[in-house]
């Protein structure tokens, strides 16, 4: 009985404005399922698409006394999921840049305090890059001088995600233990 009282639209947005719970596990049972598949589609990760969806039901649920739905459902769940994926890809470019100045403070730190070994350490670097297997140093090239992300490498090369992901791990472990002799 519970299920066909919810098809009716302004029943369930209304026991969802009350916060009749059944109406909330209705909605989440309905379209938890295929907007992670939705966000998993656009995002390329199964484990940060569960918790983007997560946290659209979490705000869905926290906004459900304010609820003005023009359409459906449906539409208003996808959209307030892809704004929050939008919104946590601009915190990973602005974190990227921050990332990206700290390392050129910390690298001109080290220059000037002892530039002959700044210069002896990359010089060992990229003899090391040098020494890389062939689609090893690829990948690893395209990532950190090419600035691609995996995905676009992996389409690059022909190659999955995973590969992308052991190539670079491979390389960046033998550097970092290049630097640590």
């Known amino acids: 009985m519970e299920k066909n009282k919810y098809c009716n639209k302004e029943i369930l947005l209304g026991d969802l404005k009350e ?4 109406a909330f596990t209705h909605v989440f049972n309905c379209y938890f399922d295929e907007l992670n598949s939705y966000i998993s589609v656009i995002c ?3 484990n940060l698409a569960q918790e983007i969806v997560q946290q659209t039901f979490i705000k869905f649920w926290d906004r459900r006394k304010k609820l003005v739905i023009k359409d459906n459902i449906k539409r208003y769940l996808f959209k307030m999921a892809y704004n929050l994926y939008k919104d946590l890809q601009k915190r990973n470019v602005k974190e990227l840049g921050l990332m990206k100045d700290l390392q050129y403070t910390a690298m001109m ?3 000037e305090k002892d530039p002959e070994e700044t210069e002896r350490r990359l010089k060992l670097l990229n003899r090391e890059i040098e020494r890389l297997p062939k689609k090893c140093k690829t990948v690893f090239l395209l990532a950190k001088k090419g600035g691609l992300e995996y995905k676009e490498i992996a389409l690059q090369l022909n190659i999955s995600v995973k590969t992308v992901e052991v190539h670079i791990s491979k390389a960046m472990l033998r550097l970092k233990n290049t ?3």
Do not use: F, H, I
């Open 179 to 181: 630097l640590n002799q």
């Open 109 to 111: 730190n080290l220059m």
């Open 44 to 46: 390329g990760n199964q």
């Open 19 to 22: 916060g009749v719970m059944p």
